[in-house]
């Protein structure tokens, strides 16, 4: 069974940073797709950031660019979102999830963790 836990969300100043981390189990970590995406109260799903394991290659929404890198650990089978610089508009549940194509669209990915709440005061 496919399991995804997210940690690492909390309330931080603007200004600050936070470490999300995904915790992945149940399959094979060598080819594999993961997305953030987070979710704000009264908005629709967002793509934040997203990594192919055949590639490489990541992308970023362009809100975050500069700000936020994605990493992964398959040793830990982890993959993380570094968030700097935050601002009270990243407010959101932040979610990770896993596919088999790296992409943005909520859609593409089949497997989803519960959610961490992200809150940065002003």
């Known amino acids: 069974e496919v399991q995804l836990v997210e940690s690492g969300g909390g309330l931080v100043q603007a200004g600050g940073s936070l470490r999300l981390s995904c915790a992945a189990s149940?399959?094979?970590?060598?080819?594999?797709?993961i997305g953030w995406f987070r979710q704000a109260p009264g908005k629709e799903r967002e793509g934040v950031s997203c990594?192919?394991?055949?590639?490489?290659?990541?992308y970023y929404t362009d809100s975050v660019k500069g700000r936020f890198t994605i990493s992964s650990d398959n040793a830990k089978n982890t993959v993380y979102l570094q968030m700097n610089s935050l601002k009270p508009e990243d407010t959101a549940v932040y979610y990770c999830?896993?596919?088999?194509?790296?992409?943005?669209?909520?859609?593409?990915?089949?497997?989803w963790g519960q959610g961490t709440q992200v809150t940065v005061s002003s």
């Open positions: 999830a896993l596919g088999d194509i790296p992409g943005t669209t909520a859609s593409m990915y089949d497997y």
């Open positions: 149940g399959f094979s970590f060598d080819e594999y797709a």
């Open positions: 990594f192919g394991s055949t590639d490489g290659k990541t």
